[in-house]
């Protein structure tokens, strides 16, 4: 009974690991969704741009509220965590917060934004196990830093400077801020957006154009 207990166990944790590996896979995999910008936008390409991942994330909004509901087996959703099984659950944030970025921002913006969720939460995520709370938290405000002056490192030197630090800033207060009913995996996105949204909008108001040219162009 002992041994049988102790496999017990031990398959229960080789589930967990993989799960835990499962979610860290899908986050690094949504940087592939950038390849979005090699696609042309002009005519009945450009509306399918749209029409496509708006549908799939619509899909998954249905499926989502038929696992609450309790319509679907919650044990068929791998890598579900506790909390999530009665409320949204992380991957559909994750896939709204992308689809926004995508449809709504310039890719100047929503770039940088895309690469802080699929690179700086999985590695703060592993780090705080061996650096601690803190010392995670500043290598991935690091991280989202660099992200950030990639993308408009051919913007002016003081814009450059701004938006690096208004991003990451963003970045890190996302992933760190834990709300009941909003995931991080939509804030790590959505709140730098909005905040360099805002900083474009009121520097144009202003009669500056502080975009840089986009760094991914369309095939």
Known sequence: MAQYQADIIEQLNAVEVDAHWFRRAFHTFAASFLVYYLIPSDGWVGAIKIIIPTGIVACIAIIDYGRIRGEF???????????????????????????????????????????????????????????????????????????????????????????????????????????????????????????LTLFWQVMLLTGNTILPPPLIHPI
């Open 73 to 195: 087996d919650q044990r068929r959703f791998f890598g579900l965590r506790g909390y999530e099984k009665g409320r949204p659950a992380s991957y559909l944030y994750f896939g709204v917060g992308l689809l926004l970025l995508l449809v709504l921002v310039p890719q100047q913006i929503a770039i940088p934004c895309i690469l802080c969720v699929s690179f700086t939460d999985p590695l703060i995520g592993e780090s705080r196990y061996y650096l601690g709370k803190q010392r995670a938290y500043i290598l991935g405000f690091v991280v989202s830093l660099f992200f950030f002056l990639l993308t408009w490192y051919r913007a002016e030197w003081w814009v450059l400077l701004l938006v690096a630090l208004l991003g990451a800033s963003g970045a890190l207060i996302g992933e760190a801020k834990k709300w009941k009913w909003i995931d991080d995996d939509f804030m790590i996105q959505i709140l730098p957006a909005i905040l």
